[in-house]
């Protein structure tokens, strides 16, 4: 059981960071992009830094990738520079 649950573990820690620009982003978009965004399978985490104009976002590459999180904004009705 112990060789299971170490393999769990290491699953979970291969999340990754993607930062992503977004055009125009206001704090009125937040709400939108953050629902676009948890949609995706294998989200774990979304930040946004309006001052930067950019989105962080944590995830699980073997559910999605940075494409998948790049159509999520697209899809949100957001630009991407």
Known sequence: ???NESRVKD???KSQMAVIS???????AVPKLAQSFK?????????????????SVEFEPQQCSVDTLLRAALKAGYKLP
Do not use: C, H, W, Y
């Open 39 to 55: 949609e995706v399978p294998g989200v774990e985490s979304v930040a946004f830094n309006l001052e930067l104009q950019v989105a």
């Open 1 to 3: 059981m112990k060789g």
């Open 22 to 28: 977004i055009r125009d982003m206001t704090s009125e």
């Open 11 to 13: 699953m979970r820690q």
